[in-house]
Protein backbone atom coordinates (compact mmCIF):
# COMPACT_ATOMS: atom_id res chain seq x y z
CA UNK A 1 0.00 0.00 0.00
CA UNK A 2 1.99 3.31 -1.12
CA UNK A 3 -0.59 5.47 0.22
CA UNK A 4 0.07 8.88 -2.18
CA UNK A 5 2.64 8.92 -4.39
CA UNK A 6 4.09 12.59 -5.54
CA UNK A 7 6.87 12.88 -8.31
CA UNK A 8 9.22 14.66 -9.53
CA UNK A 9 10.48 15.00 -5.75
CA UNK A 10 13.04 18.37 -7.40
CA UNK A 11 12.54 20.33 -10.44
CA UNK A 12 13.95 23.62 -11.87
CA UNK A 13 12.12 25.03 -14.45
CA UNK A 14 12.71 28.32 -16.37
CA UNK A 15 10.33 31.03 -16.24
CA UNK A 16 7.87 30.35 -19.13
CA UNK A 17 7.86 26.54 -18.67
CA UNK A 18 5.03 24.17 -18.72
CA UNK A 19 5.43 20.80 -16.16
CA UNK A 20 2.75 18.51 -14.65
CA UNK A 21 3.17 17.75 -10.80
CA UNK A 22 2.29 13.89 -11.00
CA UNK A 23 -0.18 12.41 -7.76
CA UNK A 24 -1.46 9.14 -7.35
CA UNK A 25 -3.52 7.12 -4.02
CA UNK A 26 -4.25 3.85 -3.66
CA UNK A 27 -6.35 3.90 -1.15
CA UNK A 28 -9.83 4.79 -2.97
CA UNK A 29 -9.71 8.19 -2.06
CA UNK A 30 -12.39 10.47 -3.18
CA UNK A 31 -11.38 13.57 -2.05
CA UNK A 32 -7.86 14.52 -3.74
CA UNK A 33 -5.76 18.00 -3.15
CA UNK A 34 -3.03 20.02 -4.03
CA UNK A 35 -1.33 22.20 -1.54
CA UNK A 36 1.61 24.93 -1.57
CA UNK A 37 3.72 25.44 1.30
CA UNK A 38 6.14 29.09 1.25
CA UNK A 39 8.36 30.22 4.41
CA UNK A 40 6.21 31.86 6.82
CA UNK A 41 2.82 30.70 5.45
CA UNK A 42 0.36 27.78 6.28
CA UNK A 43 -0.35 25.33 3.71
CA UNK A 44 -2.59 27.31 1.20
CA UNK A 45 -5.49 25.01 -1.01
CA UNK A 46 -4.38 25.40 -4.72
CA UNK A 47 -7.28 23.44 -6.61
CA UNK A 48 -8.92 20.34 -5.19
CA UNK A 49 -11.69 17.56 -6.59
CA UNK A 50 -14.42 15.62 -4.56
CA UNK A 51 -14.54 12.55 -7.48
CA UNK A 52 -13.30 11.82 -10.56
CA UNK A 53 -14.48 14.11 -12.98
CA UNK A 54 -15.56 17.04 -10.39
CA UNK A 55 -12.37 19.62 -9.73
CA UNK A 56 -12.33 23.13 -7.99
CA UNK A 57 -10.35 25.89 -7.00
CA UNK A 58 -8.79 26.61 -3.58
CA UNK A 59 -7.51 29.80 -2.26
CA UNK A 60 -4.49 30.20 -4.90
CA UNK A 61 -5.47 28.83 -8.53
CA UNK A 62 -3.70 31.40 -11.14
CA UNK A 63 -1.18 29.44 -12.74
CA UNK A 64 -2.41 25.97 -12.58
CA UNK A 65 -4.61 23.61 -14.06
CA UNK A 66 -6.19 20.12 -12.35
CA UNK A 67 -7.67 17.63 -13.96
CA UNK A 68 -9.33 14.46 -12.43
CA UNK A 69 -9.90 11.56 -15.14
CA UNK A 70 -9.75 8.72 -12.87
CA UNK A 71 -10.00 8.38 -8.73
CA UNK A 72 -6.70 7.50 -8.40
CA UNK A 73 -4.72 10.81 -10.23
CA UNK A 74 -4.44 14.12 -9.63
CA UNK A 75 -2.26 15.93 -11.64
CA UNK A 76 -1.27 19.58 -11.14
CA UNK A 77 -0.18 21.36 -14.34
CA UNK A 78 1.54 24.40 -13.98
CA UNK A 79 0.97 26.76 -17.50
CA UNK A 80 3.73 28.91 -17.52
CA UNK A 81 5.85 28.65 -14.58
CA UNK A 82 7.06 32.25 -13.31
CA UNK A 83 9.21 33.16 -9.88
CA UNK A 84 6.40 33.10 -7.78
CA UNK A 85 5.39 29.54 -8.19
CA UNK A 86 8.94 28.21 -6.34
CA UNK A 87 7.29 26.91 -3.53
CA UNK A 88 6.82 22.84 -2.10
CA UNK A 89 3.97 21.39 -3.34
CA UNK A 90 1.90 18.68 -1.17
CA UNK A 91 -0.70 16.28 -2.77
CA UNK A 92 -3.31 15.04 -0.37
CA UNK A 93 -6.08 12.97 0.09
CA UNK A 94 -8.71 11.36 2.02
CA UNK A 95 -11.68 8.42 1.95
CA UNK A 96 -14.09 12.01 1.71
CA UNK A 97 -13.86 15.70 2.31
CA UNK A 98 -11.03 15.79 5.02
CA UNK A 99 -14.23 16.78 7.92
CA UNK A 100 -14.13 13.49 9.92
CA UNK A 101 -11.11 12.14 7.38
CA UNK A 102 -7.50 11.20 8.05
CA UNK A 103 -5.84 12.99 5.75
CA UNK A 104 -2.83 11.41 3.82
CA UNK A 105 -0.20 13.28 2.35
CA UNK A 106 2.51 12.92 -0.22
CA UNK A 107 6.15 13.89 0.07
CA UNK A 108 6.43 16.86 -1.88
CA UNK A 109 7.94 17.83 -4.50
CA UNK A 110 10.40 20.96 -4.40
CA UNK A 111 10.12 23.43 -7.57
CA UNK A 112 12.64 26.45 -7.63
CA UNK A 113 11.25 28.75 -11.31
CA UNK A 114 14.45 30.78 -12.71
CA UNK B 1 -5.21 38.81 11.69
CA UNK B 2 -5.21 34.48 10.20
CA UNK B 3 -7.68 32.94 11.38
CA UNK B 4 -5.35 29.98 12.83
CA UNK B 5 -2.88 30.99 15.46
CA UNK B 6 -0.32 28.69 16.69
CA UNK B 7 2.06 29.45 19.60
CA UNK B 8 4.76 29.39 20.31
CA UNK B 9 6.40 29.99 16.98
CA UNK B 10 9.40 28.23 18.07
CA UNK B 11 10.55 25.43 20.82
CA UNK B 12 13.20 23.95 22.61
CA UNK B 13 13.43 22.25 24.87
CA UNK B 14 15.22 19.21 26.33
CA UNK B 15 14.71 15.58 26.78
CA UNK B 16 12.38 14.02 28.76
CA UNK B 17 10.46 17.33 29.09
CA UNK B 18 6.48 18.19 29.11
CA UNK B 19 5.79 19.94 25.72
CA UNK B 20 2.58 22.17 24.96
CA UNK B 21 1.85 23.75 21.45
CA UNK B 22 -1.10 25.84 21.75
CA UNK B 23 -3.15 26.61 18.20
CA UNK B 24 -5.94 29.27 18.25
CA UNK B 25 -8.62 29.86 15.57
CA UNK B 26 -11.45 32.23 14.87
CA UNK B 27 -14.03 30.35 12.08
CA UNK B 28 -16.23 27.97 12.76
CA UNK B 29 -15.20 24.44 12.71
CA UNK B 30 -16.37 20.83 12.15
CA UNK B 31 -13.13 18.85 13.26
CA UNK B 32 -9.50 19.92 14.14
CA UNK B 33 -6.70 17.68 12.92
CA UNK B 34 -2.77 18.15 14.07
CA UNK B 35 0.09 17.25 11.30
CA UNK B 36 3.39 16.23 11.97
CA UNK B 37 6.10 17.65 9.54
CA UNK B 38 9.80 16.12 9.66
CA UNK B 39 12.98 17.42 8.39
CA UNK B 40 12.80 16.45 4.92
CA UNK B 41 9.44 17.72 4.51
CA UNK B 42 6.76 14.52 4.81
CA UNK B 43 3.71 15.52 6.43
CA UNK B 44 1.82 12.82 8.32
CA UNK B 45 -1.82 13.05 9.99
CA UNK B 46 -1.16 12.93 14.25
CA UNK B 47 -4.48 13.59 15.44
CA UNK B 48 -8.36 14.70 14.09
CA UNK B 49 -10.69 15.49 17.03
CA UNK B 50 -14.22 17.09 16.96
CA UNK B 51 -14.59 17.11 20.87
CA UNK B 52 -12.67 16.56 24.19
CA UNK B 53 -9.57 14.75 24.35
CA UNK B 54 -7.25 12.13 22.50
CA UNK B 55 -4.59 10.09 23.27
CA UNK B 56 -1.67 8.07 20.84
CA UNK B 57 1.51 6.64 22.88
CA UNK B 58 3.30 10.18 24.17
CA UNK B 59 0.60 12.65 22.55
CA UNK B 60 -2.14 14.20 23.71
CA UNK B 61 -4.60 16.66 21.95
CA UNK B 62 -7.37 18.36 23.69
CA UNK B 63 -9.87 20.75 21.91
CA UNK B 64 -12.20 23.42 23.48
CA UNK B 65 -14.96 24.14 20.62
CA UNK B 66 -16.38 26.95 22.74
CA UNK B 67 -13.29 28.66 23.26
CA UNK B 68 -11.67 27.73 19.93
CA UNK B 69 -8.79 26.45 21.16
CA UNK B 70 -6.84 23.37 20.81
CA UNK B 71 -3.45 21.45 22.32
CA UNK B 72 -0.85 19.81 21.55
CA UNK B 73 0.84 18.13 24.52
CA UNK B 74 3.94 15.74 24.36
CA UNK B 75 5.03 13.99 27.61
CA UNK B 76 8.53 12.23 28.12
CA UNK B 77 9.65 14.32 25.12
CA UNK B 78 12.41 12.60 22.39
CA UNK B 79 15.07 13.78 20.23
CA UNK B 80 12.97 11.83 17.28
CA UNK B 81 9.82 14.58 18.01
CA UNK B 82 11.73 17.26 16.47
CA UNK B 83 10.00 18.39 13.60
CA UNK B 84 7.10 20.88 13.00
CA UNK B 85 3.47 20.48 14.32
CA UNK B 86 0.65 21.68 12.13
CA UNK B 87 -2.51 22.80 13.11
CA UNK B 88 -5.56 22.73 11.06
CA UNK B 89 -8.85 23.23 11.65
CA UNK B 90 -11.51 22.10 9.44
CA UNK B 91 -13.84 24.99 8.38
CA UNK B 92 -18.03 24.36 8.52
CA UNK B 93 -18.15 25.83 5.70
CA UNK B 94 -16.78 24.03 2.44
CA UNK B 95 -15.31 21.88 4.66
CA UNK B 96 -11.87 23.20 3.75
CA UNK B 97 -8.62 22.99 6.08
CA UNK B 98 -7.07 26.10 6.80
CA UNK B 99 -3.57 25.70 7.84
CA UNK B 100 -1.67 27.45 11.21
CA UNK B 101 2.08 28.51 10.40
CA UNK B 102 3.43 25.50 12.62
CA UNK B 103 5.22 24.92 15.63
CA UNK B 104 9.30 24.19 14.98
CA UNK B 105 10.07 21.73 18.28
CA UNK B 106 13.69 20.67 18.98
CA UNK B 107 14.65 18.12 21.55
CA UNK B 108 18.11 18.07 22.47
CA UNK B 109 19.24 14.72 24.29
Known amino acids: NAGVTQTPKFQVLKTGQSMTLQCAQD?????MSWYRQDPGMGLRLIHY???????DQGEVPNGYNVSRSTTEDFPLRLLSAAPSQTSVYFC?????????????FGEGSWLTVV | KNEVEQSPQNLTAQEGEFITINCSYS?????LHWLQQHPGGGIVSLFM???GKKKHGRLIATINIQEKHSSLHITASHPRDSAVYIC???????????FGEGTQLTVNP
Open chain 1, 92 to 104: ASSFRQPSGNTIY
Open chain 1, 27 to 31: MNHEY
Open chain 1, 49 to 55: SVGAGIT
Open chain 2, 27 to 31: VGISA
Open chain 2, 49 to 51: LSS
Open chain 2, 88 to 98: APQKTSGSRLT
